[in-house]
């Protein structure tokens, strides 16, 4: 089977670093994406990682390690918008279909 | 704002009703796709279109009827639907379906099947 893993929820003050890890078993693996989804909301597109290293974008990056099928999502000075949820995915197979993770609620206190 | 826009926000319809959710974007992407969101879960994929063609069904119940009648518009036709079926629905598009490009969600049709 296919599986994603991500912690359910995070809790963090405003202008802290937040770390989400992602741990995926995938038949196939093409690349991992970041999603964000705010209650209500539309899921929206943050990072992209299709080789091993670091991605930055802005206060937020994004890590792959393609041979610990492991990645993440940092979030440093952390805003109350940050609030919401975010989905890691895996595209598994040529067809690019996207596996999405549970999802990981951050919430930021003031 | 999204570029994908879906019509409506929210449809309530009885278990008889024949409704349709509707889903538009401009920004000349290729593959269209439908998604379904429960309450604090993930979308889970329900169909692609690639090029206006039918690519993946993730064996969804034939209640649920999709139509791409061009490149830029997406249909859900809903039918004889069940109370489980009541949750989120998502229209996403992505440049191209087997990339890298990014989906481009819109804000969804929250439907409430009594």
């Known amino acids: 089977g296919q599986s994603l893993e991500q912690p359910s929820e995070v809790t963090a003050v405003e202008g802290a670093i937040v770390q989400i890890n992602c741990t995926y078993q995938t038949s196939g693996f093409y690349g991992l994406s970041w999603y964000q989804q705010h209650d209500g909301g539309a899921p929206t597109f943050l990072s992209y990682n299709a080789l091993d290293g670091l991605e930055e974008t802005g206060r937020f990056s994004s890590f792959l390690s393609r041979s610990d099928s492991y990645g993440y999502l940092l979030l440093q000075e952390l805003q109350m918008k940050d609030s919401a949820s975010y989905f890691c995915a895996v595209r ?3 067809w690019g279909k996207l ?12 | 704002d999204t570029e994908v826009t879906q019509t409506p926000k929210h449809l ?13 974007q401009h920004m000349g992407h290729r593959a269209m ?9 993930p979308p889970e994929l329900m169909f692609v279109y690639s090029y ?6 993730e064996s969804v119940p034939s209640r649920f009827s999709p139509e791409c ?3 830029s ?3 859900l036709h809903l039918h004889a639907l069940q109370p489980e079926d009541s949750a989120l629905y998502l229209c ?5 379906r087997a990339t890298d490009s990014p989906l481009h969600f819109g804000n969804g049709t929250r439907l409430t099947v009594t």
């Open chain 1, 92 to 94: 598994a197979d040529s």
């Open chain 1, 99 to 110: 596996q999405f993770g549970a999802g990981t609620q951050v919430v930021v206190t003031p």
């Open chain 2, 12 to 24: 309530v319809m009885g278990m008889t009703n024949k409704k349709s959710l509707k889903c538009e």
């Open chain 2, 52 to 57: 206006e063609k039918l690519s993946i069904n």
């Open chain 2, 33 to 41: 796709y439908w998604y379904k969101q429960k309450a604090k879960k």
């Open chain 2, 69 to 71: 009648p061009n490149s």
């Open chain 2, 73 to 75: 518009l997406l249909n």
């Open chain 2, 92 to 96: 996403a598009s992505s440049q191209q």
